[in-house]
């Protein structure tokens, strides 16, 4: 079975730091190219940041110098860091399989989708 777990999400004064944190298995991780996405309140799901199998990087101009994507193939897991967090950055966020993605989706708390994790909250406090 295909496996995506986030942790690491949590509430945080503005201006503080979070890292997500997203243990996979059943599935080539270290080929795969992978996403960080979230859904804000009242917004759609947006890419955050993805990570191809070389380490590659690409992130969204809003996190862009704040976030940090990485990757440890050794143990099938991949990170965000998250620095200087703004009250915007709340939101559900959520890893995926890029190969999952089919915008627009719906990748808030409620939604299910093969690929992806079933995902984490994060809260910055204002």
């Known amino acids: 079975d295909v496996q995506l777990v986030e942790s690491g999400g949590g509430s945080v004064q503005a201006g503080g730091s979070l890292r997500l944190s997203c243990t996979t298995s059943g599935f080539s991780f270290d080929y795969t190219e992978m996403a960080w996405y979230r859904q804000r309140p009242g917004n759609e799901c947006e890419e955050v940041a993805t990570i191809d199998k070389d380490g590659t990087t690409h992130y969204a101009d809003s996190v862009k110098g704040r976030f940090t994507i990485s990757r440890d193939d050794a143990k099938n897991t991949m990170y965000l860091q998250m620095n200087s967090l703004k009250p915007e950055d709340t939101a559900w966020y959520r890893c995926?399989?890029?190969?999952?993605?089919?915008?627009?989706?719906?990748?808030?708390?409620?939604?299910?989708?093969?690929?992806w994790g079933q995902g984490t909250q994060v809260t910055v406090l204002s």
């Open positions: 995926v399989d890029v190969d999952y993605v089919n915008l627009p989706m719906d990748c808030g708390p409620s939604a299910w989708h093969d690929g």
